[in-house]
């Protein structure tokens, strides 16, 4: 596996790398990697991490997919797996981990002084204001934006045809600002309206030279509401080794090698209670109710965490002295996070452990071989030569899907898909995974506000098909770039066709059933 070889030559060449500075890096074309080392040198044993990834695989009933990991320990990334198509090379759509960087932007910019806590979010925009101004919309401030308590019983909903700030300082305040909590992406969206207002880049933008670039995150992106504002709360794309950066520099207290990039006091702010997420007593066993700071949520094990939708994790354990990364596409992510609590967190050692060649060789083995479950049995069907190449014209939808074609060349199954005006092709192969790029945005917890595609690249896919009888095609296809996938049943009673199509939300049970005719 090609990242099990990039693992190895880079822990060749920073076996002299001193161990007083934890954060010395190989730097390479401006990208940076942190250094590797085995699990034993850090006192974790492989053996312990070969029975995570057992129980992960063992979860796998739809309610826990993990994508990738990355666990890092005393500065050092000890263990690393994705399970393909996913790969190290891929970004991953964050959802609502996003919002952790968002939260760091706003350090930053109040260390240069362009903004302060309390300041108040009406002053940043007073062309977007509703005609009537309540007290506590007057009183909200940033700080009540940044621990998710603005105020509103329901979180403001916005879409691709809105002005988002103006449907935020217009929705209904019924609380006062700093004294409920309630999540709210809008709230964080915000957050990324004003730091663009009073420094006059974007997000990202601003982020590049005081974050991106010294830890060495390159190719990030993220998308931008209609009105040309990142959207703060979600839709950024980055690297699993790119949130163990943000997660150790947390980690870290804000340094970076001999570079204090935030102010040790912000980290401590943002990475410590600063209201309740629950009423009353919290319970110790639920990672939700801890408390939650500045856009990190406070964790069980005097740990905090960025997270995100279907289980995208940055997990800061400061008592260990590690960081645990996870992208995934997890309907029960608190069964995900207790996997971390029964095999990794117990098993990290205060000392050096003994080396032990054998079972970092059984774990090298075991990265290597993961892989996601695809059809693996190849099959054909006396259909496929009726149908290639013909034009499926589909009945009126809610997916706006007018026309479907499957053409078959040799193993290949193409796809092209109308949605609109707009076609899209895909490729699937039986047994294992082809890729492909498209602009197609693909299922999205967050379609309803869909964001702007401005100036993101193309979205890498992999596909598999299979015939699971004569008459039924199912293709799944992955965007391996994201946590979502989707999947198409056709159905043929020639000339009808019936189109069971799925996302992955929920695990297949958002399914919309499509009526069709071969032209």
């Known amino acids: 596996m090609r990242s099990l070889f990039i693992t190895f030559v880079l822990f060749l060449s920073l076996i002299a790398v001193s161990c007083v500075n934890k954060t010395q890096n190989v730097q390479n074309s401006g990208e940076i990697s942190l250094p590797r080392s085995t699990p034993e040198a850090e006192g974790l044993s492989s053996e312990a991490i ?39 090379d891929l970004k991953h759509t964050m959802y609502s981990a996003s919002k952790s960087f968002t939260s760091t932007a706003i350090g930053l910019a109040e260390a240069e002084g362009k903004l302060k806590l309390t300041d108040k979010v009406i ?75 009073v420094t006059g880049e974007k997000l990202i933008d601003f982020l590049t030279p005081r974050l991106f670039e010294p830890l060495g995150i390159k190719d990030a992106d993220w998308e931008v509401n209609p009105q040309g504002i990142n959207v703060g709360g979600w839709g950024l794309r980055i690297k699993t080794e790119d949130m163990a950066k943000l997660g150790l520099l947390y980690l870290q207290k804000g340094k970076w090698g001999d570079q204090q990039i935030l102010t040790e006091e912000w980290v401590n702010a943002a990475t410590s209670e600063q209201i309740k997420t629950v009423a009353g007593d919290e319970d110790p066993s639920n990672d939700w109710s801890q408390g939650y700071g500045y856009q990190f949520w406070q964790t069980t094990h005097n740990a905090f965490r960025g997270d995100g939708a279907f289980g995208q994790y940055i997990l800061v354990l400061p008592e260990k002295d590690a960081v645990i990364i996870m992208t995934a596409n997890s309907i029960d992510m608190q069964k995900q996070l207790n996997l971390v609590w029964e095999y990794l967190y117990p098993a990290l050692s205060e000392t050096a452990l003994a080396k032990n060649d054998e079972a970092v060789n059984k774990l090298k083995s075991r990265l290597a071989s993961l892989t996601l479950p695809t059809y693996t049995t190849k099959t054909t069907s006396d259909i496929q030569q009726n149908i290639t190449g013909k034009t ?20 290949i199954c193409k796809m092209t898909i109308k949605e609109d ?99």
């Open 50 to 88: 070969i029975k995570f990834i057992d129980a992960i695989e063992s979860a796998r009933d739809r309610s826990i997919e993990v994508h990738s990991f990355m666990i890092v320990r005393h500065g050092k990334v000890l263990a690393e797996g994705w399970w393909s198509p996913y790969r190290h």
């Open 123 to 197: 002053s940043f925009f007073p062309e977007s204001l509703p005609d009537t101004i309540s007290p506590y919309l007057a009183q909200m401030d940033i700080d009540d934006l940044l621990k998710m308590s603005a105020g509103h019983e329901i979180e403001p909903q916005v879409t691709i045809t809105d002005n988002w700030i103006k449907t935020f300082l217009a929705a209904p305040i019924v609380n006062e600002p700093g004294t409920v909590f309630l999540y709210n992406s809008a709230a964080t969206f915000m957050l990324s309206a004003i730091l663009q207002k």
């Open 392 to 411: 499926i014209a589909i009945e009126e939808n809610q997916q706006n899907i007018s026309e479907l074609l499957l053409s078959f060349k040799d193993d």
């Open 421 to 519: 005006t707009t076609t899209y092709d895909f490729m699937f192969i039986p047994t294992t995974w082809i890729e492909k790029e498209t602009m197609r945005h693909g299922p999205s917890l967050t379609a309803r506000a869909k964001a702007s595609l401005t100036g993101l690249a193309p979205f890498k896919v992999a596909g598999n098909y299979t015939w699971k009888n004569e008459k039924t095609l199912e293709l799944v296809l992955r965007y391996i770039e994201s946590p979502n996938d989707e999947k198409f049943v056709f159905t043929f009673q020639e000339p009808d066709v019936s189109i069971e199509h799925s996302t992955n939300f929920n695990f297949y049970q958002n399914k919309i059933s499509l009526k069709g005719k071969i032209n």
